[in-house]
């Protein structure tokens, strides 16, 4: 291989390295069924939001039908994604939660 083209692929390879991690979306869909104070423990305890944050969160996503819990790497969110519809299932409510490329 030529001197140039070494040289390229070193590049390459520590822009690699520099590269930030893709991030992602975690997003609280709307329904008519699971109770506000429900969705707010929910940003609570998953989120670490305070009650105030929390709250506004919630209601945006009443209003909206939907809303942002936060934006992490893709294991986190996808943790956090899990952590959500569990605690819904587990109270039987349809909450519902996603994650998306940011
Ligand atoms: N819309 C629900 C109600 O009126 C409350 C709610 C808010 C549900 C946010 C889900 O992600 C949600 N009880």
Redesign the pocket.
Known sequence: MANKEREGSILEAEKAKLKPPPMYKVM?????????DF?VVVLQTVFAMSREQATQV??K??RDG??VCGIYTREVAATKVEQVIELAKSHQHP??CTMEEN
């Open positions: 609280l869909l709307n329904d008519d069924y699971t109770p506000m969705v919630m209601l996503v009443h939907m809303g909450l519902q």
